[in-house]
């Protein structure tokens, strides 16, 4: 793997992000009444009509389970609700000048592409905005502990995958996708985890993170003509489709076993972080591939029998997606894995 021009950690900076790791309160034992799939209503973003300045819809987890309630496929009662990561948790990863960077309403407006936030008290950013985005990195986090109790987990938020230790942006505030494997590392005894990226853009912020680190396995499938074009995190990728603008579904699905067949063959892992991104989807503005929701329900099972197939425990971040008809989708695929047995939502767990 190609080397990284950030410096590798001091031993005593190792030592001190295992201690905040050992420290966390984040590992919550879940009872086994629960269902492996996180999730709170301070997941969902209202912040004064801002959040509809940008494309992403910022109420759609609520509304991904609200679909899965209401359907009878999961009693709200069995959703785990995760703590907030602190500031602690976040310096696993985070640099200490990057969280006192979002101290800055400006910096904030910055990484959310929302320039009316700039104007806004930082007070109201962090309980408004960074709050929310806080729960779902304690949910990624949990989540992947649950993976390994389980079998599977999903996050019904996440995958903020633009964001690395000492960078954010493309609506990506915090790494959960690093901070996540590093508990991992740290807590549940495991060496080797796959990251699977199919949301439509290149996951910058973890490639960077993990640019040194022979653990981590990186199949990023993204549309190349879109945001973030960063050129010095694709050299970090392990395996990399890059995919044209207005890619249809079969051949969508036909790479996504090609490379599948590849990862097999290369790695062996004991966990995979599937960060499950819906602006594939055809009409999304900002990937611009035209798969269909029937596509993403398809490519969501592929990946988890892939999982299954070789007994690899595998967490699922919903990440990126740019349309209303998102959650709706989201939520379908979830009761495609159900009904295909790829994951067990009914009580059967209990």
């Known amino acids: ?5 950030s410096p590798a950690p001091t031993l005593a900076g190792e030592a001190l992000r ?6 966390s309160k984040l590992y919550l034992e879940v009872p086994s009444s629960k269902a492996p799939v996180v999730y709170s209503p301070a997941y969902d973003i209202s912040f004064l009509g801002l959040e509809k300045l940008h494309p992403f819809d910022s109420a759609k987890w609520g509304r991904i389970c609200r679909y899965l309630t209401r359907e009878g496929y999961l009693d709200k009662k ?7 990561a602190c500031k602690e948790d976040l310096l696993v990863v985070h640099t200490e000048a990057y969280l006192n960077s979002l101290k800055s309403s400006f910096r904030v407006s910055n990484i959310v592409e929302v320039p009316p936030v700039s104007l806004v008290p930082n007070w109201i950013v962090h309980k408004k905005l960074l709050y929310p985005f806080r ?5 990624s986090i949990l989540s992947a502990k649950l993976a390994l109790e389980r079998g599977w987990a999903i996050n019904v938020g996440g995958g903020f995958h633009h964001c690395s230790a000492d960078e954010g942006g493309g609506f990506c505030a915090y790494a959960d996708i690093s901070l996540c494997i590093q508990f991992a590392f740290a807590r549940l005894n495991i060496s080797s985890v796959l990251i699977i990226d199919l949301d439509a853009h290149q996951g910058n912020g973890h490639e960077k993170d993990f640019a040194n680190d022979g653990r981590v396995y990186i199949f990023d499938m993204y549309n190349a003509g879109i945001y973030p074009f960063d050129f010095t995190a694709k050299q970090y990728i392990d395996q990399k489709v890059e995919l044209a603008s207005g890619t249809e579904t079969d051949e969508y699905l036909e790479q996504l076993d090609k490379a599948l067949e590849v990862c097999n063959s290369r790695f062996q892992p004991q966990l995979i972080v599937y960060n499950a991104g819906t602006d594939i989807l055809d009409g999304d503005p900002l990937g611009r591939l035209k798969v269909s929701p029937e596509g993403v329900v398809t490519r969501d099972e592929k990946v988890f029998t892939f999982a299954k197939d070789q007994n690899i425990p595998l967490l699922m971040l919903t990440s990126g997606g740019y349309m209303k008809s998102s959650a709706r989708v989201i939520a379908d695929s979830i009761i495609n894995l159900s009904n295909k047995n790829l994951i067990g939502l009914g009580s059967e767990l209990g």
């Open 18 to 23: 295992q201690k905040r790791i050992l420290s």
């Open 78 to 84: 069995r959703m785990v609700d995760p703590l907030e």
């Open 135 to 139: 729960k779902q990195v304690g949910g």
């Open 1 to 5: 793997m190609a080397s990284s021009s």
